[in-house]
T-cell receptor, first 112, second 113 residues
Framework: QKEVEQNSGPLSVPEGAIASLNCTYS??????FFWYRQYSGKSPELIMF????GDKEDGRFTAQLNKASQYVSLLIRDSQPSDSATYLC????????????FGTGTRLKVLA | EAGVAQSPRYKIIEKRQSVAFWCNPI?????LYWYQQILGQGPKLLIQ????????DSQLPKDRFSAERLKGVDSTLKIQPAKLEDSAVYLC???????????FGSGTRLTVV
């Protein structure tokens, strides 16, 4: 079992719709969870991080964490073509120092 | 604040040659990471430095890869000799403590032919 799993996609949504991206992780003790956006040919950029169960909202983005089920999700409301990118989920394992394990990413395509 | 600087942006070498990448982290960031990202995959941690000491190099292929961070600031990652499977983007990242995520540089795209 991979440590951090994401569906590679592509996930296609129409402009203005809600895009839902999911991530599951294997280390039950993980405490920190991050979402990065990566445009083609560019480096990852941090969108959001979440530590506590529940929802965290930032503009059009909402991160949701369910530690009991070991999944974290990212919702993008009012999706725009500029949101088309690969979204990487990263998890800090329970042991060790501050390093993140990344999933393979989900490619999102927002159709105009 | 200036971001994480990396050079070169692109490098093409033949297999069995050597190559070096350079990274300058955000000023004041004690922790520096080198990640390898193969096309279509997520970034994979190669090595983590805290100041000038190695914290984690468990996934660094030590027979061909080496890295150093002299004086706790700049870092270099070297590959010698390179293999075809080393073709990837090498990303440098830095953080103050890592609790709030870290910042990536623009990366170096390596092609081994």
């Amino acid at each position: 079992q991979k440590e951090v799993e994401q569906n590679s996609g592509p996930l296609s949504v129409p402009e203005g719709a809600i895009a839902s991206l999911n991530c599951t992780y294997s280390d039950r003790g993980s405490q920190s969870f991050f979402w990065y956006r990566q445009y083609s040919g560019k480096s990852p950029e941090l969108i959001m991080f979440i530590y506590s169960n529940g929802d965290k909202e930032d503009g059009r983005f909402t991160a949701q964490l369910n530690k009991a089920s070991q999944y974290v999700s990212l919702l993008i409301r009012d999706s725009q073509p500029s949101d088309s990118a690969t979204y990487l989920c990263a998890v800090k394992p329970s042991s060790g120092t501050y390093k993140y394990i990344f999933g393979t990413g989900t490619r999102l395509k927002v159709l105009a | 604040e200036a971001g994480v600087a990396q050079s070169p942006r692109y490098k093409i070498i033949e297999k069995r040659q050597s190559v070096a990448f350079w990274c300058n982290p955000i000023s004041g960031h004690a922790t520096l990471y080198w990640y390898q990202q193969i096309l279509g995959q997520g970034p994979k941690l190669l090595i983590q430095f805290q100041n000038n000491g190695v914290v984690d190099d468990s996934q660094l292929p030590k027979d061909r890869f080496s890295a150093e961070r002299l004086k706790g600031v700049d870092s270099t990652l070297k590959i010698q000799p390179a293999k075809l499977e080393d073709s990837a983007v090498y990303l440098c990242a830095s953080s103050d403590q890592g609790a709030s995520g870290y910042t990536f540089g623009s990366g170096t795209r390596l092609t081994v032919v």
